[in-house]
């Protein structure tokens, strides 16, 4: 089994095309179809099935490209690490939850760094259990999450089961954040029963959603937030519940944020896993996470106040 194998096995895996993949890769269809075929009886499994319209990996070829996925990124990394030495290459891959403040952190980070140093950040914004699964198949160094108490337990169990450690950060009130012209922004303070005739945007991938459906009959999902900052700017009768949104992006969509009497509360915590050892540019990420505030129109982060034994899981 080469690395070369591996790659043909995740390029497969991301079109679902042996010829849209022989495409991408300059090879011919038969010559991938052979290799595919070769990798497959040398582990002694079947890791795609033929289809009218493409292949889909089997149950025990998903785990198997999960695994590849892993060990592609290290080597990938490796290669960047050791060929960029002398200049001491500055090298991360972040998984977070969506946050405009992470980004301008992340900026911040970029910025600190001196322009004659070989640079590869990878930021992926996705969900809070799916930063979890990139920490832990090595798809990310760190991660940033955000959950609601009543899941928390959800977080937590996946996290031992992966030797993930998840450092709390502190707790915060959710927010909802509106167009500017909407009739919820003349009011001092929203409740959840002021919200009722109103279109409630969310991110359509979350896997638990912090207010119940059921109380919601207008809903609009979307998975970018240029389109749901574009949806919000231009519907005024929209709302997004928020934990942050940057002063930069209230200003540029003509938006802003209300606070809502019952809001949910959320924790948010720092991803990493406990058997790997923290680089530099780990450790320099993690404190510019704890240290990040969010701005005066949110209510005060309340930092835990724990034993030591009991900040990481």
């Not at 809502?260 to 509360?265: E, L, M, V, Y």
Request: with cysteine.
């Amino acid at each position: 089994m080469t690395l070369q194998q591996l790659r043909y096995i995740v390029e497969v895996y991301k079109t679902g095309s042996i010829t849209k993949s022989a495409t991408n890769l300059f090879m011919s269809q038969p010559n991938l179809s052979n290799a595919l075929k070769e990798l497959e009886t040398e582990i002694g499994m079947t890791i795609f099935v033929r289809t009218a319209s493409g292949v889909v990996p089997t149950q025990e070829g998903e785990k198997f490209i999960l695994y590849a996925q892993s060990i592609l990124s290290q080597a990938d990394r490796m290669e960047f690490i050791f060929k960029n030495q002398k200049n001491n290459a500055v090298t991360i891959k972040i998984a977070c939850v969506r946050s405009s403040y992470i980004a301008k952190t992340l900026s911040d980070f970029y910025n600190s760094i001196a322009k004659d140093v070989a640079v590869n950040i990878q930021l992926m914004e996705t969900t809070s259990m799916k930063v979890l699964e990139a920490v832990a198949n090595s798809n990310a160094d760190i991660g940033r999450i955000s959950y609601s108490d009543k899941n928390g337990y959800i977080y937590n169990n996946f996290a031992r089961k992966n030797r993930l450690v998840m450092e709390y950060l502190w707790k915060v009130k959710s927010n909802i954040l509106v167009s500017k012209n909407s009739p919820l922004a003349k009011e001092e303070e929203l409740t959840v029963d002021m919200l009722k005739g109103y279109t409630r945007i969310y991110y359509n991938d979350i896997e638990f959603d912090i207010m119940a459906y059921d109380e919601i009959p207008r809903i609009i999902g979307v998975n970018e937030r240029a389109t749901m900052m574009d949806f919000i700017k231009n519907s005024t009768d929209c709302y997004l519940w928020t934990i942050s949104t940057h002063p930069d992006i209230l200003e540029t969509h003509n938006l802003v944020v209300k606070q809502c009497k019952d809001a949910p509360t959320m924790t948010e915590s720092v991803v990493y896993h406990k058997d790997k050892v923290k680089t530099k540019e780990m450790q320099d990420m993690i404190e510019k996470f704890k240290k990040m505030r969010y701005a005066e129109n949110f209510h005060k982060q309340e930092a835990f106040e724990q034993e030591n034994e009991d900040k990481y899981l």
